[in-house]
């Protein structure tokens, strides 16, 4: 069992930043990949960003790339997503995911989820 444990969402202006943690703890040695979806109101959860575990390698959704940046401490098992340039579509409730064999970036590959963290962003 893997548990992941959200923190750092809030409420900001548009162009602010705001950057969110994901602790993992139980078996994160079985980790392969772990990543940030989010789920706006009436919408389906969407991918945002995945990182490999050990080596580091990045992927994001196109609505993100180039204000979001995703980054890991292996030695805390721990999860960052950093958010700049945020803007009123980015809010949704965001998850931390953790894949045991894929990139986190498929919601059927996701085999833990976090309870999600609330971002949101006025205008």
């Known amino acids: 069992q893997v548990q992941l444990v959200e923190s750092g969402g809030g409420l900001v202006q548009a162009g602010g930043s705001l950057r969110l943690s994901c602790a993992a703890s139980g078996r994160t040695y079985s980790i392969y990949a772990m990543g940030w979806f989010r789920q706006a109101p009436g919408k389906e959860r969407e991918f945002v960003a995945g990182i490999r575990w050990s080596a580091g390698s990045t992927d994001y959704a196109d609505s993100v790339k180039g204000r979001f940046t995703i980054s890991r401490d292996n030695g805390k098992n721990t999860a960052y997503l950093q958010m700049n340039s945020l803007k009123p579509e980015d809010t949704a409730v965001y998850y931390c995911?953790?894949?045991?064999?894929?990139?986190?970036?498929?919601?059927?590959?996701?085999?833990?989820w976090g309870k999600g963290t609330l971002v949101t962003v006025s205008s």
């Open positions: 995911a953790a894949d045991l064999n894929g990139p986190a970036r498929y919601i059927n590959g996701v085999d833990y």
